[in-house]
């Protein structure tokens, strides 16, 4: 089983819709979950950070986050064209000296269309 | 705010030739850590540091290393280069350890 794993789409919406991107990981003791958006040819863009259960909304994202389920998703309302890019779960996991590193999925590739 | 700043933006390298790919953080930020992307594998974790210590390696040959200074500006280093090395390497920093991680642009790496 993979770590952070994320369905690879691509997901496509009409503009103005709603995307929905999920998430499912394997470690339990993960407290700290991302999203990254990636433009081709572009570095990762943090869009979203969330650490507790439930919902956290910034604009039109809302990240949700079930550690019970082992499960995030990132909803995207009002979808536009420039949303359009490969959306990237992260998942911080400590290690023993307290360091961490973030495993990433896949990534979900999104196409928004006009 | 400048953002996290990689130096060069791209490299041509011979097989067995060896690399120092350079990364600056956010001003402020001490952890820095370096990931590869390739598309076959996405993105995959090399190592972090923090206050000039490695603190987390990933699952990567020991011809991958890297080191921190005390400005916390990171270098990483490829040795004996590999056909398979061709990547974009990626340098994130983050204020503190486990805290968001910020990417730079990172640096794109053929080797032939």
């Known amino acids: 089983q993979k770590e952070v794993e994320q369905n690879s789409g691509p997901l496509s919406v009409p503009e103005g819709a709603i995307a929905s991107l999920n998430c499912t990981y394997s470690d339990r003791g993960s407290q700290s979950f991302f999203w990254y958006r990636q433009y081709s040819g572009k570095s990762p863009e943090l869009i979203m950070s969330?650490?507790?259960?439930g919902d956290k909304e910034d604009g039109r994202f809302t990240a949700q986050l079930n550690k019970a389920s082992q499960y995030v998703s990132l909803l995207i309302r009002d979808s536009q064209p420039s949303d359009s890019a490969t959306y990237l779960c992260?998942?911080?996991?400590?290690?023993?000296?307290?360091?961490?590193?973030?495993?990433f999925g896949q990534g979900t590739e999104l196409s928004v269309k006009p | 705010k400048a953002g996290v700043t990689q130096t060069p933006r791209y490299l041509i390298k011979t097989r067995g030739q060896q690399v120092t790919l350079s990364c600056s953080p956010i001003s402020g930020h001490r952890s820095v850590s370096w990931y590869q992307q390739t598309p076959g594998q996405g993105l995959q974790f090399l190592f972090e540091?923090?206050?000039?210590?490695?603190?987390n390696k990933g699952n990567f040959p020991g011809r991958f290393s890297g080191r921190q200074f005390s400005n916390s500006r990171s270098e990483m280093n490829v040795s004996t280069l590999e056909l398979g090395d061709s990547a974009l390497y990626l340098c994130?920093?983050?204020?503190?350890?486990?805290?968001?991680?910020?990417f730079g642009q990172g640096t794109r790496l053929t080797v032939v």
């Open positions: 992260a998942v911080n996991v400590l290690a023993y000296n307290q360091g961490g590193k973030l495993i």
């Open positions: 994130a920093s983050s204020r503190e350890m486990n805290t968001e991680a910020f």
């Open positions: 969330i650490y507790s259960n």
């Open positions: 540091y923090f206050s000039e210590t490695q603190r």
